[in-house]
C-alpha cells in the first residue's frame, strides 16, 4: 500500500476508471476563480497547516503547466492526450496523499468517493434509484478491498488478482442496474479507459 498511495485514495475505482477517460465529463461547472464550491469545502475540511497549502499549491501549479503542454501539442491524439493527462492526475493526487495526515487522507478519501460518484450520476444520467443501489455496491467495494490490503498473509500478485476480482465484480454490479444506453456509455468508456492504461 505505501508503494501505491493512489490504490488507497481511489477506493471507488470504477467510477474514477470509468469517468476520468471522457474529457467532457471532467469539467465542472459553476467554476469561480478556478475553484469550484465543493473543492473550497473540501480543503476547508481537510484543515490544511500553512506549510501543506503550500506544498500542495506547488503539485497543482505544476501538474497544471504539464497538462497545460499537454493539451496545446498538436502532435498528439485525443486518445494519447486523455492518457497524458490520467497520468498527471494520478501522480499529482499520489504527490498530495503523501503530503496530507492519515485524518486528512480519510476525509480526502471520501471526498474524491462522492465527487466520483456524483459524475458517474451526470454522465450516466442515473435514476435516485440507480445512484442509491451504485453507491451501496461501491461502499460494499471499499469494505472488500480493504480486507485485501489488510491481509498480510497474501502475497503482492495475489492482493492484485483479488483486487482486480473485486473491481470486475463491481462492474458487472454496477452494470446490470443500467439501461441499455447507459450500458453502452459505461462500455464504452471503460474500454477507453483500459485501452489508456496500456
Known amino acids: 500500500m505505501r508503494k501505491h498511495p493512489i490504490i488507497a ?4 475505482a470504477l467510477a474514477v476508471c470509468v469517468l476520468s477517460a471522457q474529457p467532457a465529463f471532467c469539467a465542472q461547472p459553476g467554476r469561480t ?3 469550484s464550491v465543493k473543492a473550497k469545502a473540501s480543503k476547508a475540511a481537510l484543515n490544511l497547516t500553512a506549510d501543506q ?10 501538474s ?12 498528439l491524439s ?3 492526450k486523455t492518457a497524458k493527462i490520467t497520468a498527471i492526475h494520478r501522480v499529482k493526487h499520489a504527490k498530495i496523499w503523501r503530503i496530507l495526515t492519515p485524518k ?8 474524491h468517493r462522492t465527487r466520483a460518484l456524483a459524475r458517474l450520476a451526470r454522465f450516466l ?8 443501489r451504485i453507491a451501496s455496491i461501491l461502499k460494499s467495494q471499499k469494505t472488500e478491498l480493504q480486507t485485501v490490503r489488510l491481509d498480510t498473509s497474501l502475497s503482492k500478485e495475489a492482493k492484485a488478482a483479488r483486487i482486480k476480482a473485486i473491481r470486475k465484480a463491481t462492474a458487472a454490479g454496477v452494470r446490470e442496474l443500467l439501461t441499455i444506453e447507459q450500458q453502452r ?5 471503460r474500454a477507453k479507459r483500459l485501452n489508456n492504461r496500456g
Open 53 to 62: 497549502k503550500a506544498r500542495i499549491k506547488d503539485v497543482v501549479v505544476d
Open 9 to 12: 485514495l481511489l477506493i471507488c
Open 185 to 189: 456509455k459505461f462500455d464504452d468508456a
Open 125 to 132: 444520467d442515473l435514476t435516485a434509484d440507480q445512484k442509491t
Open 104 to 111: 486528512q487522507r480519510e476525509v480526502w478519501a471520501k471526498h
Open 78 to 80: 485525443a486518445d494519447d
Open 33 to 35: 476563480d478556478g475553484q
Open 64 to 75: 497544471r503547466k504539464q497538462i497545460e503542454a499537454i493539451k496545446n501539442d498538436a502532435s
